[in-house]
């Protein structure tokens, strides 16, 4: 129990406070701690109270003084442990309160993580749709892929057929560079003489075999 310095005073914030109590309360407070009996007592003692002479005095002593010194205690010991709960209620909001902090910043931290996912995931999403798209309008051109590549291969097997295929008369010269053809040329015309000079040889050694119809053919 908390200690009084006089039965009317309370301890408050470390310093001493006077207990108070108006008359209009002090029948209320006497019904509400001591009962109707409390209340009809108070009653007859005012009574005779004034009876014995001191009605006029502006400093009458309140009667039952013992009455009310226990209602004042009373009131002091409940107003201490208003005090006393609502520290406990204070403590407890402010535990609360920390306890929603945390799970607030957790929350946040959910929030930003499911934000980078939904991110993440939408542009995946994004970039099936563009890959998907692609894939469709590859599929529509395709048909027109294919004849290129069928273009493409015969082209390829007409320019290795030419390759492959010997040289006659002036086809040697066609595409050919003009330094080239200077060279082919000369060729040709050593070709050409050395062809001569084999003629004339064989001729020269076998002149009864030679038939002037096998010469376009010897030179073939």
Do not use: C, W
Not at 49 to 75: C, N, Y
Not at 158 to 176: D, F, I, M, N, W
Not at 203 to 215: A, G, H, I, T, V
């Amino acid at each position: 129990m908390m200690p009084f310095h006089r039965s009317s005073a309370v301890l408050q914030d470390g310093k001493l406070h006077e207990a108070k109590i108006t008359a209009k309360e002090l029948p209320k407070e006497v019904e509400k701690h001591f009962g109707p009996s409390g209340a009809e007592i108070l009653r007859q003692s005012y009574s005779e109270h004034l009876t014995l002479g001191h009605h006029g005095s502006s400093m009458v002593s309140p009667p039952k003084q013992e009455m009310i010194d226990r209602i004042l205690a009373i009131r002091n010991i409940q107003h201490f442990d208003r005090k006393i709960q609502n520290a406990e209620i204070i403590k407890k909001l402010n535990e609360n309160k920390e306890l929603l902090k945390k799970e607030l910043k957790e929350l946040q931290q959910q929030k930003k993580y499911f934000q980078k996912v939904h991110t993440v995931s939408s542009q995946q999403t994004e970039n099936k749709r563009l890959l998907q798209s692609r894939i469709i309008s590859t599929m529509k051109h395709l048909p027109d892929l294919e004849m290129r590549v069928q273009n493409l291969r015969e082209e390829l097997y007409r320019k290795t057929e030419q390759k492959l295929r010997p040289y006659l008369g002036e086809s040697v010269l066609v595409g050919a560079e003009p330094y080239q053809i200077r060279d082919i040329n000369m060729v040709r015309a050593l070709l050409d003489e050395m062809v001569e000079e084999l003629m004339d040889d064989y001729l020269k050694r076998e002149p009864e075999s030679y038939d002037s119809r096998q010469y376009p053919l010897m030179l073939q």
